[in-house]
């Protein structure tokens, strides 16, 4: 009996092709260490200072300041060590937030000014 290596070469080739589009599905948080400027940019971490309309969030690698004034006098009331998922952007060495969302799903939307 003669073995033909092609057919395992093939599905061999085909998973390895499929295994990027998988992992690429699964969008992950960016390091605060390695925030691109001026891009819209998700982080998540732990509230671990509050500071008027600005707090600090920590994701364990790195920590930056984030601004977060609440859209129609809609209270954010975060709390310190509480885990959050930000969508902004980072400019000047601070994140402004355009969302933030919380353990819980709920959503807050920011005010973009």
Same mark, same amino acid.
């Given at each position: 009996? %003669? #073995?033909?290596?092609?057919?395992?070469?093939?599905?061999?080739?085909?998973?390895?092709? +499929?295994?990027?589009?998988?992992?690429?599905?699964? %969008?992950?948080?960016?390091?605060?260490? =390695?925030?691109?400027? !001026?891009? $819209?940019?998700?982080?998540?971490? *732990? $509230?671990?200072? +509050? +500071?008027?309309? %600005? #707090?600090?969030?920590?994701?364990? %690698?790195?920590?930056?300041? $984030?601004?977060?004034?609440?859209?129609?006098?809609?209270?954010?009331?975060?709390?310190?060590?509480?885990?959050?998922?930000? $969508?902004? =952007?980072?400019?000047?060495?601070?994140?402004?937030?355009?969302?933030?969302?919380? !353990?819980?799903?709920?959503?807050? *939307?920011? +005010?973009?000014?």
């Amino acid at each position: 009996m %003669k #073995f033909n290596p092609m057919p395992s070469i093939v599905l061999t080739a085909l998973a390895a092709l +499929l295994i990027p589009l998988e992992v690429g599905a699964q %969008k992950a948080s960016t390091q605060i260490s =390695n925030l691109p400027n !001026a891009r $819209v940019t998700t982080i998540s971490g *732990q $509230v671990t200072k +509050l +500071l008027d309309d %600005k #707090f600090i969030l920590n994701d364990g %690698k790195g920590q930056i300041i $984030v601004e977060a004034e609440p859209s129609l006098g809609q209270p954010i009331n975060l709390s310190i060590g509480e885990k959050v998922t930000v $969508v902004g =952007n980072y400019d000047d060495n601070e994140f402004n937030a355009l969302s933030i969302t919380r !353990a819980n799903g709920e959503t807050v *939307q920011i +005010l973009d000014d």
